[in-house]
């Protein structure tokens, strides 16, 4: 008797996917799909590095709870939707029961730490916490276990965003529906 999903968030830390995999698992499922920090940055008018080096970190989670809020506030109820989270938002605790009280299923994705930043290299200077290669292993290492408490985890090492998006689906029980491609 349980009621099939309408509110996804993917989490998962820098690189892992989650715009790539958010864009195919809405194109999959004929959902609308939200990426939170293109939304922060069309609000912003300005980008997450830019916004980071002239506010701070401390001040960017504060606009991007605020942003989260307006979003769920402002979700269709006919329709589902899939939400592209940052890398930090769900470390934060107040966004975490955001998520909750919309009854979000969550989903994080994730890869060796070492793929992940060979893939953020690709984006040199977009990622303001990809400084150095310590940092962001110690950076991974401190986050993974709030990632973990979403309650599907998906590898996206090896896979194309396609082929995890069909993964997801499958494990929230929407994938033996007939879903477009």
């Known amino acids: 008797m349980s009621t099939e999903p309408r509110l996804v968030f993917l989490t998962g830390f820098m690189a892992a996917g989650k715009t790539s995999v958010a864009q195919a698992l ?86 060796p730490v070492e793929e992940l930043w060979h893939r953020s290299q690709k984006y040199s200077g977009a990622r303001p916490l990809a400084a150095s290669q310590n940092h962001f292993r110690q950076l991974y290492e401190a986050r993974r276990r709030r990632y973990m408490e979403a309650g599907i985890h998906i590898s996206t090492s090896g896979k194309s965003a396609t082929e995890a998006a069909v993964e997801i689906a499958a494990a929230l029980g929407l994938g033996g529906k007939d879903i477009g491609q």
């Not at 979700?75 to 938002?89: C, E, R, Y």
């Open 26 to 111: 809405a194109r999959l499922l004929r959902w609308q799909w939200i990426d939170l920090d293109e939304r922060i940055e069309s609000d912003q008018q300005c980008s997450i590095s830019e916004f980071f080096r002239n506010f701070g970190e401390s001040r960017f989670r504060e606009v991007e709870c605020l942003v989260l809020q307006a979003v769920l506030k402002g979700l269709p109820a006919d329709s589902g939707t899939v939400i592209a989270l940052g890398g930090g938002t769900f470390m934060e605790s107040g966004n975490a029961d955001l998520l909750r009280s919309a009854r979000a299923c969550g989903v994080f994705l994730d890869a």
